[in-house]
């Protein structure tokens, strides 16, 4: 049996990213099909025979002989990822940062150096300080609008580099083709943590990057009720080191869990589509308010790597910050807390529109932040748009000092 998954997707129809999200190829069992993708829940897998038995470890990558390693539902969530992500290959992992750490391991040995931008998903600066060091793999921070400038930090012991655009909290945009020309000229590979975008709105793999990266506990389930992650590859063999480390690390993920994802996925587009309307609709409307000092949006001219998003992306998403004024500050608390539809929380990207406050950003070291107001970061879900902003008008009037 051939091992090479891309062959017969490359003689399969080729379909608009909406359709990709949807399109199942499950086989009939026993005369049954539906149009969704079963839980096959599997610790233990049988074999027909001895030898299938004893042969069982020779296809680790698409082969069936450990819950662990995959199962159908698991494999069909990779597939419909490889589709939008323009990949050859996905495999997923427990967690976002879980991928995180997979590539990274996968990539970079001990005396060696790995990038990552200054405004890197904050748990990857706890992965750096307290595993990749213990380890003697040197993290190194950079500014995330280095652009091609990033060449004089490429010495012969940089194994990996890392970009996130835009950063989740300062929603700075990178020039990724710049970085990824620059380390390409190295023979540096480039991991892109894509969840802001998604597949739908940044195709990382097609600017050159070789790791394509996504919490799909973010937009891709959508639903605020699993973790997981996902790394899309072109590259046989990037993906089968890729397959070989997660094993070694124990990773797998539950069919279960690949069934809810299977299941947000088919609506990530109209949800992306709405997110990206409203949150636009709300910032554009927010930089009107006198407590507020800016808001951080892509789309906004004057943004950091606006024009580098316009070229590179294929739209927003729902999720922009805004800094309060300085003067704010004493009020911020209650403002948030009067919040009745917008929660309070991290984890982004669902259908419910939450809210996370930021005191500046202190763990930056190269490029530091500047802004000294409140950074409130802002998931926009579902819900009218006009109830949002009722919320959001009454939570504000309250940063302002009654005179
Ligand atoms: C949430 C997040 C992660 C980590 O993903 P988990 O699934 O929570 O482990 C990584 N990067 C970004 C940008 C994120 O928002």
């Not at 500014?143 to 490429?154: N, S, T, V």
Request: net charge negative; glycine share 8%; with cysteine.
């Amino acid at each position: 049996m051939s091992t090479e998954s891309s062959g017969s997707q490359a003689d399969a129809p080729c379909y608009q990213d909406e359709t990709n999200c949807l399109v199942n190829e499950g086989d009939a069992v026993n005369g049954f099909r539906s149009l969704v993708t079963p839980v096959y829940r599997a610790s233990t897998v049988v074999f027909p025979t001895v030898e299938a038995y004893q042969n069982r470890q020779q296809d680790l990558l698409n082969g069936y002989w450990y819950g662990l390693y995959g199962t159908p539902t698991t494999r069909a969530l990779e597939q419909r990822l490889s589709a939008i992500e323009g990949a050859n290959h996905t495999i997923l992992t427990p967690s976002g940062m879980a991928a995180i750490a997979l590539i990274t391991l996968a990539e970079v040995k001990p005396g060696q150096r790995v990038l990552f931008p200054d405004n890197v998903y904050d748990a990857v600066r706890f992965f750096a300080a307290n595993y990749l060091q213990q380890m003697g793999i040197t993290p190194q921070f950079y500014d995330p609008m280095a652009g091609g400038q990033i060449e004089d930090l490429l010495t012969e012991d940089v194994a990996l580099v890392w970009v996130e655009s835009p950063g989740s909290i300062s929603l700075e945009v990178q020039d990724v083709p710049a970085i990824v020309s620059a380390a390409r000229s190295r023979g540096i590979p480039i991991a892109a943590d894509n969840t802001w975008a998604t597949a739908m709105r940044f195709k990382p793999l097609h600017h050159g990057v070789h790791y394509s990266m996504n919490s799909a506990s973010k937009y891709i389930s959508g639903h605020s009720d699993v973790v997981i992650g996902a790394i899309s590859v072109r590259d046989k063999e990037l993906y089968t080191r890729l397959r070989q480390s997660a094993r070694s690390l124990g990773y797998g993920v539950a069919a279960d869990v690949a069934s809810l994802v299977i299941r947000g996925l088919e609506t990530l587009s109209v949800r992306l589509d709405q997110s990206e309307r409203s949150a636009l609709d709300l910032a554009r409307w927010l930089t009107e308010h006198e407590a507020i000092e800016t808001v951080l949006h892509p789309a906004f001219e004057g943004h950091e790597g606006h024009a580098v998003w316009k070229r590179d992306f294929l739209g927003a998403t729902g999720v922009f910050s805004m800094v309060l004024a300085p003067w704010a500050e004493p009020f911020v608390a209650r403002a948030v807390e009067s919040l009745k539809l917008i929660k309070i929380g991290a984890s982004w990207g669902g259908t419910h529109s939450v809210i996370a406050v930021y005191n500046g950003l202190p763990n930056r070291t190269v490029a530091p932040w500047s802004r000294k107001g409140a950074i409130l970061r802002l998931s926009i879900g579902l819900e009218n748009v006009d109830d949002l902003k009722k919320d959001l008008s009454a939570a504000l009037s309250l940063l302002i000092p009654r005179r």
